[in-house]
């Protein structure tokens, strides 16, 4: 992935592992409302460590004590990095909180999206049954339109296609509701191991 295409939080990330941006990156990071507030407090915390001064003993002190500003040496670089080594950690504590928020909802996403194609499958079997109905209905007032004689021919002929179109209808809508049970007892676990893999 090239710097222009590196996100806010791969830029800060970069950073407080000690590589410089350039300006248009660090303009980047402070434009991102989750990562600004980082990187001005980890600044505020890096000016601060290199800003600590040593005390210098009084002296007025009688006892001189060479290896004692050596000590003091060593203790300044050690808080230096440690504080350092601390904002460090936070950091990147906050980018990876960030990244597990990013897949929860991703997760959520995909969990609504199943749901919405499930709702439009179920309106689709009962748009699909409403016709037959409609169909059938119709066929029963032309039945009694029809005069005595061909009233029973034609009333064999409506149970014939009333049975034929009932047993369709019924494995359509079996098998689009066994489909449907499928999509609905699989769907969260591939949601829990889409989010386990991440």
């Not at 489909?179 to 949601?191: I, R, S």
């Amino acid at each position: 992935m090239s710097n222009h295409e590196m996100t806010p939080h791969e830029l800060l990330e970069k950073w407080l592992d000690g590589e410089q941006l350039t300006e248009v990156q660090q303009a980047q990071v402070l434009a991102d409302p989750e990562t600004k507030p980082l990187f001005e407090n980890a600044q505020s915390w890096q000016s601060m460590a290199s800003s600590y001064e040593e005390q210098e003993v009084p002296s007025d002190t009688h006892i001189v004590m060479p290896q004692l500003k050596q000590v003091s040496r060593f203790q300044g670089h050690w808080i230096q990095w440690g504080m350092a080594a601390c904002v460090g950690f936070l950091g990147l504590l906050s980018v990876q909180l960030w990244q597990q928020n990013q897949t929860l909802e991703q997760g959520l996403v995909a969990q609504q999206t199943q749901i919405a194609k499930q709702q439009d499958t179920m309106q689709k079997i009962l748009a699909q049954m409403q016709t037959s109905q409609n169909l059938q209905a119709d066929l029963t007032n032309q039945v009694l339109l029809t005069n005595r004689a061909e009233r029973q021919v034609a009333l064999d002929d409506l149970l014939a296609f009333l049975q034929t179109q009932r047993a369709q209808d019924q494995a359509i809508l079996r098998l689009q509701l066994n489909e449907l049970a499928e999509q609905v007892e699989h769907a969260p676990l591939q949601t829990v191991a889409h989010n386990g893999g991440q």
